[in-house]
């Protein structure tokens, strides 16, 4: 079998992207390649957090549309800019070597850094949250301003776990105004894909900053995911664009 048979193989047995399945097969080095390729596939992280407007459950539709993946952009070499972050759905897919992620959400931002080096941490304080309406309320309450960043981390997993839908939403004074969302048994220390997570971060740059701010970074031959939020005209039409500087 060549390469780029055994690289259809996996994506076909494993329903995956081209690219990712080219990472996967460069990562696999015996000739039981797929049974290989199963255990690397399952160390693949999810988004931590669900995300308004994320495009995890859309990936597969714009693959069979040919939208995805992006034909011209290597994860081993290319750099990746992804400005408007949010959960992270394109980059935790395709997950390339180089990456910049930033968005404007401050507490969204400190969580990914944290995750990034203070894991150990983090999990402690997460395991210390309760499923209950009045705790939940009163955690809302806290402000992230006066939280150490661990404590802003963990708090903004626990409400985007257990808050309604995974929104975000904040008053005219900056208060968390979501609801309880009512969850018989929502998880909210996912540790295994934290870990997860954690690994994949390793060497990713992750700011807070406006989204204009990627244009005094990224050069030519760089690649941009822009996925900005936006007013829907129907359910499924928020998939933009990506582009090379
Ligand atoms: C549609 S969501 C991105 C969803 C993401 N692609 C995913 O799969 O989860 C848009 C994101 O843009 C962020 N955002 C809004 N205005 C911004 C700005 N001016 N600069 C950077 N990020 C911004 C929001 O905080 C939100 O996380």
Redesign the pocket.
Same mark, same amino acid.
Do not use: H, I, T
């Given at each position: 079998m060549t390469s780029s048979q055994a690289v259809r193989k996996i994506q076909e047995t494993f329903d995956i992207n081209a690219i990712y399945a080219h990472t996967v097969f460069g990562l696999t080095k015996t000739p039981y390649f797929l049974e290989e390729a199963a255990k690397i596939i399952e160390e693949k992280p999810r &988004?931590f957090v669900k995300? /308004? @407007?994320?495009?995890?459950q859309l990936l597969k539709q714009f693959l069979q549309m040919h939208l995805y993946p992006p034909e011209k952009f290597n994860p081993k070499t290319g750099r990746y800019f992804?400005?408007? /972050? @949010?959960?992270?759905? /394109?980059f935790f897919d395709l997950l390339p070597e180089r990456a910049f992620l #930033?968005? $404007?959400?401050s507490e $969204?931002v400190v969580t990914y850094n944290v995750i990034k080096t203070d894991l150990g941490k983090l999990i402690v304080s997460l395991k210390k949250y309760k499923l209950d309406k009045e705790y939940f309320l009163r955690v809302r309450t806290q402000n992230p301003k006066e939280l150490s960043d661990i404590d802003v981390a963990s708090r903004f997993i626990y409400l985007n776990r257990t808050g309604f839908n995974g929104m975000y939403r904040v008053n005219s004074r900056g208060g968390f105004n979501v609801p309880f969302g009512k969850y018989n048994n929502p998880l909210i220390c996912d540790e295994n894909n934290l870990r997860k997570v954690s690994r994949a971060l390793q060497n990713v740059e992750i700011k807070s900053? !406006? %989204?204009k701010r990627v244009l005094e970074k990224a050069k030519k031959g760089d690649f941009i995911y822009f !996925?900005? &939020? %936006?007013y829907p005209v129907s359910k499924t039409a #928020?998939f933009t664009s990506y582009t090379f500087a």
């Open positions: &988004p995300w /308004v @407007g994320g495009k995890r992804e400005p408007f /972050v @949010g959960g992270g759905a /394109v #930033s968005d $404007l959400n $969204l900053q !406006d %989204y !996925d900005p &939020p %936006y #928020s």
